[in-house]
């Protein structure tokens, strides 16, 4: 058995056909080729095809996973319902885990900071509700608490900022509907209670 043709893929710049006998074989990613070594004219055992079958399959895996990450970083949690969904086993699931945490792209520490910023950038968030959401993505308690030290925002500036956008609409303009909304966002009944009281004292 002889590989015959080694072959840029059209849809997938990055990856590569390998044609053994004239006849496509498998396919890998730039990396997995230079670390294989595969060459034109090089001679493969029946074995030797199976290995690297199933390394395309493999390099495929992580390919895919290493994109996902990506495209946003995820929890351990959110990698592990991928993988799941995937339907990898749990000895392909762990070899990609590996890889992803070398490059510290599944690491939940980061991921919480990550969150808890990118969050901020969106919109006024209380703590409570910045808490909630990473519980949500089973980020441990710990991890969390430590994530949550670090932010630096202050809750009552975050409160003030969200009320001022909120007055702009017609149905906030009643407090008690401005407060149940702000109490639904995760902020304290006091911290809200005190601010409007600033607020209309200012006024």
Same mark, same amino acid.
């Given at each position: 058995?002889?590989?015959?043709?080694?072959?840029?893929?059209g849809?997938?710049?990055?990856? +590569?056909?390998i044609?053994?006998? !004239?006849?496509?074989?498998?396919?890998?990613?730039t990396?997995?080729?230079?670390?294989?070594?595969? +060459?034109?004219?090089?001679?493969l055992?029946?074995?030797?095809?199976?290995s690297?079958?199933k390394?395309?399959a493999?390099?495929?895996?992580y390919n895919? /996973?290493?994109?996902?990450?990506l495209?946003? #970083?995820?929890?351990?949690?959110? *990698?592990?319902?991928y993988? %799941?969904d995937?339907d990898?086993d749990?000895?392909?699931s762990?070899r990609?885990r590996?890889?992803?945490?070398? &490059?510290?792209?599944?690491?939940?520490e %980061?991921?919480?900071?990550?969150?808890?910023?990118?969050r901020?950038?969106l919109?006024?968030?209380?703590?409570?509700?910045?808490?909630?959401e990473?519980?949500?993505?089973?980020?441990?308690?710990?991890?969390?608490?430590q /994530? #949550?030290?670090?932010?630096?925002?202050?809750?009552r !500036?975050? &409160?003030?900022? &969200?009320?001022?956008?909120?007055?702009?609409?017609l %149905?906030?303009?009643?407090?008690?509907?401005?407060?149940?909304?702000?109490?639904?966002?995760? *902020?304290s009944?006091?911290?809200i209670?005190?601010?409007?009281?600033?607020?209309?004292?200012?006024?």
């Amino acid at each position: 058995m002889n590989i015959t043709a080694i072959t840029q893929q059209g849809r997938q710049k990055g990856r +590569y056909s390998i044609f053994v006998d !004239d006849k496509y074989c498998f396919s890998l990613s730039t990396d997995a080729l230079l670390e294989t070594k595969l +060459y034109v004219g090089q001679d493969l055992t029946e074995a030797e095809v199976k290995s690297y079958t199933k390394l395309s399959a493999d390099d495929k895996a992580y390919n895919l /996973a290493l994109a996902h990450v990506l495209r946003r #970083m995820r929890s351990s949690y959110e *990698f592990d319902a991928y993988c %799941k969904d995937k339907d990898y086993d749990d000895a392909l699931s762990q070899r990609i885990r590996d890889r992803l945490e070398r &490059l510290g792209l599944i690491d939940d520490e %980061k991921f919480a900071e990550a969150w808890i910023r990118n969050r901020r950038l969106l919109k006024p968030m209380s703590r409570r509700r910045l808490t909630l959401e990473l519980k949500q993505k089973r980020v441990p308690e710990d991890v969390i608490e430590q /994530a #949550m030290a670090r932010d630096e925002s202050d809750e009552r !500036d975050t &409160l003030r900022e &969200l009320i001022q956008k909120r007055r702009r609409q017609l %149905k906030y303009q009643d407090d008690l509907k401005l407060m149940q909304y702000l109490v639904r966002q995760g *902020f304290s009944y006091d911290d809200i209670r005190a601010e409007l009281q600033t607020q209309v004292s200012a006024n």
